[in-house]
T-cell receptor
């Protein structure tokens, strides 16, 4: 049973560019959340998707947007990249009634 | 109120020792408290979790102690091993389906 998968593993972008990160949830999970983890810090909640709609949102600007597809997979889009957006982006899935499972993350470097 | 505080920032113990990591929260709406273990280059993995209706939970070598009145909880690792060297995060959420608030993490090193 595959866990949460994310792509790509690593990504290097230039300031001002746009990036799309992808996530496939664990089998049987219908809720997907995205977290940003800066180096040496704990994950911070970006937003959560359920039934293809954004259900909750953390304290992140509108440059961060997402989407959930009918097969529950999800994308995170970040526009107008800033140096401060460099981080590990974690996707987490859950069946909505128990703890979340994290993917391995996508390491984004903005230069 | 959404913050979860965690200490110490780093911890070094000898093999067989019992490292203890402490967390505190303010939001009384939190009702699910998991601990995650993260190795370099990997995503966090759930270790053990507790709800505030119990004061202690054990799973293998890992124990959570929970003090609802003090709004504090802690992780104890019994008979620690070098393979336990990782960063540990406490977290809290008001409901399974809600977002998780994470502590800043504790980097544990277990010396052989």
């Amino acid at each position: 049973d595959a866990g949460v998968t994310q792509s790509p593993t690593h990504l290097i972008k230039t300031r001002g560019q746009q990036v799309t990160l992808r996530c496939s949830p664990k089998s049987g999970h219908d809720t997907v959340s995205w977290y940003q983890q800066a180096l040496g810090q704990g994950p911070q909640f970006i937003f959560q998707y359920y039934e293809e709609e954004e259900r909750q949102r953390g304290n992140f600007p509108d440059r961060f947007s997402g989407h959930q597809f009918p097969n529950y997979s999800s994308e995170l889009n970040v526009n107008a990249l800033l140096l401060g957006d460099s981080a590990l982006y974690l996707c987490a899935s859950s069946p909505g009634t128990s703890g979340i499972s994290f993917g391995p993350g996508t390491r984004l470097t903005v230069t | 109120q959404q913050q979860v505080k965690q200490s110490p920032q780093s911890l070094i113990v000898q093999k067989g020792g019992i490292p203890i990591i402490n967390c505190a929260y303010e939001n009384t709406a939190f009702d699910y408290f998991p601990w995650y273990q993260q190795f370099p280059g990997k995503g966090p993995a759930l270790l053990i979790a507790i709800r505030p209706d119990v004061s202690e939970k054990k799973e293998g070598r890992f124990t959570i102690s929970f003090n609802k009145s003090a709004k504090q909880f802690s992780l104890h690792i019994m008979d620690s091993q070098p393979g336990d060297s990782a960063t540990y995060f406490c977290a809290a959420t008001p409901h399974y389906g809600q977002n998780f608030v994470f502590g800043p993490g504790t980097r544990l090193s277990v010396l052989p």
